[in-house]
């Protein structure tokens, strides 16, 4: 299964409801996570199946999505979440996005 | 607490062959699959491959046949990967990831990398 991120790049403010999205080459059937990665570390598991929070992990980062199409959302930007961010199916094969860079304005 | 120590970055020829280790700490070595990922400069994730120390199973991706050999030592709590026949396509960041417990395939514990440079 190939995953495709969008946007590839996103610049946005403190305080911004930023989204990301995450589309699947066929039916993920909700095994889908979110990774975050901060320059020179490595990634770290925010999301798991679609929408469960990883222990943690702020309340200001949520998942959700069906079939194909999934999304990533942090509801109030903070300046630490510069990051790049993937996505990760597991429902056949496992593959990673090739990952969204958010870039804080 | 869970650790993965993995080794020290490595500068190696093209043709040659490289083994990269992923000491674990803090759980059952022997009830976790380790897996394996490889992250290239600036590019995104992919998937090697996972051993299971408890009796040496292995599975890889398809593309990592023939490039990746892994292996766990079960006394030392140690997995390894090697590399063989190295391009500068294996340049890259190796990283080893444990499964989280509720899935046997979401990663929510890693090693810190180690950065494979293959160049002449």
């Known amino acids: 299964i190939q995953l495709t991120q969008s946007p590839s790049l996103l610049s946005a403010s403190v305080g911004d409801r930023v989204t990301l999205s995450c589309k699947g080459s066929q039916n993920i059937n909700n095994y889908l996570a979110w990774y975050q990665q901060k320059l020179g570390e490595a990634p770290k598991l925010l999301i798991y199946?679609?929408?469960s929070l990883q222990t943690g992990i702020p309340s200001r980062f949520s998942g959700s999505g069906s079939g194909t199409d999934y999304t990533l959302t942090i509801s109030s930007l903070h300046s630490e979440d510069l990051a790049t961010y993937y996505c990760y199916q597991y429902n056949n094969g496992l593959t990673f996005g090739s990952g969204t860079k958010l870039e804080i304005k | 607490q869970v650790q993965l120590q993995q080794s020290g970055a490595e500068l190696v020829k093209p043709g040659s062959s490289v083994k990269i280790s992923c000491k674990a700490s803090g759980y059952t070595f022997t009830s976790y699959d380790m897996h394996w990922i490889k992250q290239q400069p600036g590019n995104g994730l992919e998937w090697i491959g996972w051993i299971y120390p408890g009796n040496g199973n292995t599975k890889y991706n398809q593309k990592f046949n023939g490039k990746a050999t892994l292996t766990a030592d079960k006394s030392s709590s140690t997995a390894y990967m090697q590399l063989s026949s190295l391009t500068s396509e294996d340049s890259a960041v190796y990283f080893c990831?444990?499964?989280?417990?509720?899935?046997?395939?979401?990663?929510?514990?890693w090693g810190q990398g180690v950065m494979v440079t293959v160049s002449s």
């Open positions: 199946k679609t929408n």
């Open positions: 990831a444990r499964p989280a417990w509720y899935s046997g395939d979401v990663f929510d514990y």
